[in-house]
């Protein structure tokens, strides 16, 4: 059984950073890509960027509003996927979530997302 | 990016009839389209893929239909379990997610 599980949420204040973590288990972790996104209060779902397997470098794409202040990285040995969050700002509090592709090997993410993990809440606040 | 837009934001429905969502993507993206499901406190529940496929052990009365810019989300009788929040995700890099629609009792 695929399981993600995501940690490291918590209160921090703005300007600060913060390093979330997703721990995998039930399969071969460097065989996939792994994606984060997240969800404000109340609203709807952002996407925030990837990590491509070992075999095709681990390249990363993010989304426009985290470029440049996410950085997603991932050890294979742990089985875990990273996200690093600098420069934070109040508009980054969510509760964000880590994906697995649905297909391994693949260099392009399918698009789609089966398995999600539970969630960790960032809460960015002076 | 490509924005996705759905409709209606709200829909009032009673057990046992149908919804019908729709989702129209601001460019064509093929049928490079998913469906979600979402509960209060809970991640996202993938629900449909590649337009019209259904996920794994999603009951046969979701389906999906649509190609380009135009998508449907369709359950055929409403189950008790089926009230929720449904978003459509394109996945053209940027994925982007449509505003939901809240399928609520009436």
């Known amino acids: 059984e695929v399981q993600l599980v995501e940690s490291g949420g918590g209160l921090v204040k703005p300007g600060r950073s913060l390093r979330l973590s997703c721990t995998a288990s039930g399969f071969t972790f460097g065989d996939y890509a792994m994606s984060w996104f997240r969800q404000s209060p109340g609203k709807g779902l952002e996407w925030v960027g990837f990590i491509r397997r070992k075999g095709y470098g681990e390249t990363t794409e993010y989304a426009a509003s985290v470029k440049g202040r996410f950085t997603i990285s991932r050890d294979d040995s742990k089985s875990i996927a990273y996200l690093q969050m600098n420069s934070l700002k109040t508009e980054d509090t969510a509760v964000y979530y880590c994906?697995?592709?649905?297909?391994?090997?693949?260099?392009?993410?399918?698009?789609?997302?089966?398995?999600w993990g539970q969630g960790t809440l960032v809460t960015v606040s002076s | 990016e490509i924005v996705l837009t759905q409709s209606p934001a709200t829909l009032s429905l009673s057990p046992r009839e149908r919804a019908t969502l729709s989702c129209r993507a601001s460019q064509s993206v093929g049928s490079y389209v998913a469906w979600y499901q979402q509960k209060p406190g809970q991640a996202p529940k993938l629900l449909i893929y590649g337009a019209s496929n259904r996920a794994t052990g999603i009951p046969a009365r979701f389906s999906g239909s649509g190609s380009e810019t135009d998508f449907t989300l369709t359950i055929s009788s409403l189950e008790p379990e089926d009230f929720a929040v449904y978003y459509c995700?394109?996945?053209?890099?940027?994925?982007?997610f449509g505003g939901g629609t809240k399928v609520e009792i009436k």
């Open positions: 994906s697995r592709d649905p297909k391994p090997f693949d260099y392009d993410p399918s698009g789609y997302y089966q398995d």
């Open positions: 995700q394109q996945g053209s890099n940027p994925l982007t």
